[in-house]
């Protein structure tokens, strides 16, 4: 059964801190592994990682992926206290003819307090 | 381009009951899928539809089930409403082709409908 994990499951930070929070999975069919925040209802996206090695860059966010160690880093440099959220971290899996799968880790909680 | 649209955003419904959700995807989207999202579980995949087909099915109950429409938008219907049921139900869309590059298959989701069941 293909399966996401994350870690640590909550986090409480003070601004200015960098957090790294971590995505490990095991599944068939890897394609790509996504990275969503959640602050109130909808996930928004963030990063789409299909290349080990290859640093994806927004602001004070980045993230990188591992293909031969099954697992992917998101980085928050400089925290704010808008940066308070779930970051939900998802594997997409090719399913024959049938798309894609996607299989969601448990979010990590990161609180950021002023 | 609008984003993928739930409707409604709260719902209070009683044991019993049954209740229908609605999905509107992104416009040139045709895979809609339904997330039930829970304190305790995280996010859990109920079903994917592609083409008025379900594509895709997670380990939910029958009571659970859903239809996709020829201009793809999706509804979600849940009968015999249980307790356990009360959850924030999401709806995601993207392109589903199976052949696209990974970075055309993104999963954009909506802002989800809030299911209370007292």
């Known amino acids: 059964e293909d399966k996401v994990v994350q870690s640590p499951l909550s986090l409480v930070v003070h601004e200015g801190d960098t957090v790294t929070l971590n995505c490990s999975y095991e599944?068939?069919?890897?394609?790509?592994l996504l990275w969503y925040k959640q602050e109130k209802k909808a996930p928004t996206f963030l990063f789409m990682l299909?290349?080990?090695?290859i640093e994806k860059k927004s602001g004070r966010l980045s993230s990188i992926l591992d293909k031969k160690e099954l697992f992917s880093i998101l980085n928050i440099t400089a925290t704010q206290t808008g940066d308070s959220a779930v970051y939900l971290c998802?594997?997409?899996?090719?399913?024959?003819?049938?798309?894609?799968?996607?299989?969601f880790g448990p979010g990590t909680r990161l609180s950021v307090l002023p | 381009k609008a984003g993928v649209t739930q409707t409604p955003r709260y719902l209070i419904k009683t044991r019993g009951q049954q209740v229908t959700l609605s999905c509107s995807p992104i416009?040139?989207?045709?895979?809609v899928s339904w997330y039930q999202q829970t304190p305790g579980q995280g996010l859990q995949f109920l079903f994917e539809?592609?083409?008025?087909?379900?594509?895709n099915k997670g380990n939910f109950p029958g009571r659970f089930s859903g239809r996709q429409f020829s201009n793809s938008r999706s509804e979600m219907n849940v009968s015999t409403l249980e307790l356990g049921d009360s959850a924030l139900y999401l709806c995601?869309?993207?392109?589903?082709?199976?052949?696209?590059?990974?970075?055309?298959?993104?999963?954009?989701f909506g802002a989800g409908t809030r299911l209370s069941v007292l």
């Open positions: 998802a594997v997409a899996t090719l399913r024959d003819n049938y798309g894609q799968n996607f299989v």
């Open positions: 599944v068939t069919n890897f394609r790509s």
């Open positions: 299909t290349s080990s090695g």
């Open positions: 416009s040139g989207h045709r895979s």
């Open positions: 539809y592609f083409s008025e087909t379900q594509r």
């Open positions: 995601a869309s993207n392109r589903g082709q199976v052949g696209d590059r990974a970075s055309k298959n993104i999963q954009y």
